[in-house]
C-alpha cells in the first residue's frame, strides 16, 4: 500500500499538468485496463477560502470550477481525480491512473515513465516563472535624513 502523501503527490502531479501532455505520455506507456467509470465526470463549484496572512478571519475568496471522476479497475482499487476547470476527458484519465498506480505490477513504470517527466516539466516551468518574476523584481527603500 502507499502512504497518503504519496498518493498526494502524484495527484497533485496528474491534475496540474496539462492534459495533453498527460494524454501523450498515458499513451506511451499503451496500457490496456479494463475499468468501470462510478462516477462520469462531472463539474461544478467549490468555494475558496482565504486567510489574511495565514492567520486571520476565514473570508470567501470567491468560487472555482471544477471536474471531479471516479473510476474503478475491474482488478478492485478506486481511483478519483478533482482538476480545475471543466476538462471532463481530463479528470477521468487522472482518475485512471489514480487507480493504476495503486497496483503494485504498474506502480514502478507508471512513476517513471509518467509522473517523473510530468513532475519534471512542472518543476521547469515554476522555476522558469520564478526566474522570469525575480528578473521585474523591484526593491524599495526609504531614506531617512537626519533625527528630525
Not at 475491474?74 to 485512471?96: Q, T
Request: hydrophobic share 40%; proline share 3%; charged share 25%.
Amino acid at each position: 500500500m502507499y502512504s497518503q502523501q504519496q498518493r498526494q503527490r502524484w495527484m497533485s502531479v496528474l491534475a496540474s499538468s496539462p492534459a495533453a501532455e498527460l494524454l501523450d505520455g498515458w499513451r506511451a506507456l499503451d496500457l490496456k485496463v479494463p475499468f468501470a467509470v462510478i462516477r462520469a465526470p462531472e463539474t461544478g463549484l467549490t468555494q475558496l477560502i482565504g486567510r489574511m496572512g495565514a492567520t486571520g478571519r476565514r473570508f470567501v475568496l470567491g468560487d472555482m470550477t471544477v471536474t471531479r471522476a471516479v473510476v474503478r479497475l475491474d482488478s478492485g482499487p478506486y481511483g478519483y481525480s478533482y482538476v480545475a476547470g471543466r476538462d471532463k476527458a481530463h479528470a477521468e484519465l487522472c482518475a485512471l491512473a489514480d487507480a493504476v498506480l495503486q497496483r503494485a505490477e504498474h506502480h514502478e513504470r507508471l512513476h517513471r515513465q509518467l509522473i517523473e517527466p510530468l513532475s519534471a516539466r512542472l518543476r521547469e516551468q515554476h522555476q522558469s516563472r520564478a526566474r522570469e518574476i525575480a528578473a521585474s523584481r523591484v526593491d524599495f527603500f526609504t531614506l531617512v535624513r537626519g533625527d528630525n
